[in-house]
């Protein structure tokens, strides 16, 4: 278990929503095959990562807790399976896209498929929260330059964030999950 992330997860972010009537948010998670979604997932689920394996279809987390339900789906990234992306985006509240910054020879295609991404007609207007992942390896690129490859600045049609991760240690991962929160809070008004 990691020791950077709050012992909560995924139910720190529902604390933080509390005081609302019962509202369902739907938060996609997507990014190439190799990215660390589905660590990522389980991070955010407090589970342990000692086995984890490829995404061959979606995962999806249900966290129901003081009048919220969380669904977070984690869909595979391999090149078969990105053409189904677009079905799974329906009433999404959150879109949250992982990048393996260490892998600088896809950043190309990882920069087309999040362009092609934010331009389907079910996320105008959806907060983008971009993970940095694997920031723990010495090849990492930083996330600054990472946003910058990616015209992340482009995005002026939705609230958008970089942050940078580590999936495995958990550092960095509350950080995107606080801005998420005020994202929603600030939808919610």
């Given at each position: 278990m990691?020791?950077?992330f709050?012992?909560?997860g995924l139910?720190?972010v529902?604390?933080?929503l509390?005081g609302?009537?019962?509202?369902?948010?739907?938060?996609?998670?997507?990014g190439l095959d190799?990215?660390?979604?589905t660590?990522?997932l389980?991070?955010?689920a407090?589970?342990?990562?000692?086995?984890?394996?490829?995404?061959?279809g979606?995962?999806?987390?249900n966290?129901h807790?003081d009048?919220?339900?969380?669904?977070v789906?984690?869909?595979?990234?391999?090149?078969a399976?990105?053409?189904?992306?677009?079905?799974?985006?329906?009433s999404?509240?959150?879109?949250?896209?992982v990048i393996?910054s260490?892998d600088?020879?896809?950043?190309?295609?990882?920069?087309?498929?999040?362009s092609?991404?934010v331009?389907?007609?079910?996320l105008?207007?959806?907060p983008?929260?971009v993970?940095?992942n694997k920031?723990?390896l010495?090849t990492?690129?930083?996330?600054a330059?990472?946003?910058?490859?990616?015209?992340?600045h482009?995005?002026?049609?939705?609230?958008?964030?970089?942050q940078?991760?580590?999936a495995?240690s958990?550092e960095?991962?509350?950080d995107?999950?606080?801005w998420?929160c005020?994202?929603?809070?600030s939808?919610?008004?």
């Open positions: 990691n020791t950077l709050t012992p909560q139910l720190s529902i604390q933080k509390k609302s009537e019962e509202q369902d948010l739907r938060i996609v998670l997507l190799n990215a660390g979604k660590t990522l389980k991070c955010l407090s589970e342990e990562l000692d086995t984890v394996t490829p995404t061959q979606f995962n999806i987390k966290v807790s009048g919220f339900k969380l669904s789906w984690d869909i595979g990234g391999q090149r399976i990105r053409a189904y992306w677009k079905k799974y985006l329906v999404t509240d959150i879109l949250i896209y393996d260490a600088q020879k896809r950043f190309e295609e990882t920069g087309q498929e999040l092609e991404l331009e389907e007609d079910n105008i207007g959806v983008l929260l993970f940095a920031q723990d010495a990492a690129s930083l996330a330059d990472i946003a910058e490859g990616l015209s992340l482009k995005y002026r049609d939705r609230p958008w964030q970089i940078a991760c580590s495995l958990g960095g991962v509350q995107g999950m606080n998420m005020s994202q929603i809070t939808r919610k008004k």
